[in-house]
């Protein structure tokens, strides 16, 4: 096995961590100009990112980093039949401390992203983060700010959300701008994936021998593990995830943002609700859930069904809604455009944007702004990243503060609201054909809640509660580094 040459002992001599600062300037790229690359977290997601990074000239994959030994053997030997040998880390902290590395690639359970990326600024690091890219609003003003100062010595935070560099949906923006059908009413991100159960266990299970459990929970305590399949599962956990709104739905929500012309604050309202239906599982997150997120002065509507189309059937396939089950909706004054469509009102066909391929330039883009030491594109800006994830923060805080409700309060709440309660009016069908009664088994309304986006904070009724879950415990010696 390949393994790191930096000493732990002499890493924690030389280490940033908690310092506190960034270099005075970004690290110089390799000797002959390649920029040299290693990839944080590759059970999933990052595998796609080697894949993407080994495809570009000029780059180098000098450095893996898994806490899973087990991963890192496996990707060792695949890369091993293409002639690549980069060195190898467990733990992030030496990783981000190796001198030889320009840039890393974030794609770890949720709940570190922030930590990772921290660290890897402080040690003169361009960061690739992966959607979302924090798990709680403090901590995302805290890379927000942090990114801001990295940009004055030249290095680059991208968010991992490729629709930005869609070509189609860029077409599909544009031509939505230049007013084709009139002007928005509602910018509408679906997500409608299958999620079945995980499963009950009866008690704390062991993690996998090959996992450095430690390092896998940073920053988060090692909690007692409530789950049975350890891997991926965590995403339906509160310390780890943050349900599919908060797993798929950045992609969305950052897309639905697009269309509101990116607006450069967070709405001062949110209100969502929901449950989890169909089993009884470990998981906490919803799996069927509707957010309200009035933007002025077009709104923003996000929702969630996990369920099949009927029956608990799987078979049945996703519900679709106007054509379309995960997805974007811009709904205007003359028709909407669903994805790569736009229809007039009575739903025919009137364009097609070409080129909705999911933006296969994303980390290609990366890599450019990476060798200019600043963006190159605005799309790629960390900001989108910030504001797509806070959205879905805002979303869960809400319904996790929320209680018992009965459909016709829920539509009592939303008197006024045409297109949300035709939406409502759907998420009830779907409970209905998968034989599920919302006054047997209730939704779970959240409050509608006041957010001062200057201030990052709650406001009103109940503030407090809200506010306690703007941000999280963190373990000790992994604590977030002070922008």
């Keep these: 096995m390949n393994t790191a040459t930096t000493s732990r002992r002499r890493f924690l001599a030389t280490s940033l961590a908690g310092a506190g600062v960034l270099p005075a300037w970004a690290a110089p790229l390799g000797a002959n100009g390649d920029v040299r690359v290693a990839v944080i977290g590759f059970r999933g997601r990052g595998r796609g990112h080697i894949k993407e990074l080994l495809a570009q000239k000029g780059v180098r994959l000098v ?31 030496e990783c981000c401390a190796d001198k030889e590395v320009d840039a890393v690639t974030i794609a770890t359970p949720n709940h570190s992203h922030v930590l990772i990326a921290l660290t890897a600024l402080q040690h003169g690091k361009h960061v690739y983060v992966e959607k979302p890219v924090s798990h709680n609003l403090i901590e995302s003003a805290k890379l927000m700010a942090a990114a801001g100062r990295a940009a004055a010595k030249g290095l680059v935070v991208q968010h991992g959300m490729q629709r930005r560099s869609d070509l189609g949906w860029a077409a599909a923006m544009q031509w939505v701008k230049e007013g084709h059908i009139g002007r928005p009413k509602l910018s509408h991100a679906l997500v409608h994936g299958l999620r079945p159960s995980i499963d009950k266990v009866d008690g704390p299970q062991q ?12 920053p988060r305590p090692e909690l007692p593990i409530l789950r049975k399949q350890f891997h991926y599962d965590w995403h339906w956990q509160w310390p780890y995830g943050g349900g599919d709104i908060g797993n798929q739905g950045p992609h969305q929500y950052d897309v639905a943002r697009w269309a509101l012309g990116d607006p450069d604050t967070l709405p001062s309202r949110v209100m969502s609700f929901g449950n989890r239906w169909g089993y009884v599982d470990d998981g906490q997150s919803a799996n069927c859930q509707i957010a309200f997120h009035p ?16 029956n608990l059937d799987p078979k049945s396939g996703e519900p679709p809604y106007k054509g379309i089950r995960t997805g974007n909706i811009i709904h205007c004054e003359g028709g909407y455009v669903a994805e790569s469509k736009a229809y007039d009102k009575e739903g025919k066909a009137i364009t097609k944007f070409d080129n909705f391929q999911n933006g296969p330039d994303h980390m290609k883009n990366f890599i450019e702004s990476v060798r200019a030491g600043k963006y190159t594109k605005d799309v790629l800006h960390i900001r989108h990243g910030h504001h797509a994830a806070c959205l879905s923060h805002l979303a869960n805080i809400s319904y996790r503060l929320g209680r018992s409700m009965k459909p016709a309060e829920i539509q009592e709440r939303l008197q006024g609201d045409r ?45 407090a509660e809200a506010n306690k879950l703007c941000e999280e415990e963190y373990a000790a010696g992994f604590e977030l580094p002070e922008a």
Excluded: H
């Design 63 to 93: 450095a893996l980093c898994d806490v899973d030994q087990e991963v890192i053997d496996k990707q060792l030997g695949e890369l091993a039949k293409q002639g690549i040998k980069p060195r190898t880390y467990r733990d992030f902290r």
């Design 207 to 218: 993690p996998p021998a090959s996992v450095d459990y430690k390092l896998w929970s940073a």
């Design 295 to 310: 933007y002025e002065p077009v709104p923003l509507i996000m929702d969630k069904f996990g369920l099949p189309a009927k």
């Design 419 to 463: 297109m949300g309660q035709d939406l409502f009016e759907e998420f009830l069908r779907n409970l209905a054909a998968n034989g599920i009664d919302p006054t047997a088994q209730p939704i779970i309304a959240g409050p509608w809640l006041d957010y001062d986006p200057a201030a990052n904070r709650f406001t009103g009724p109940f503030a």
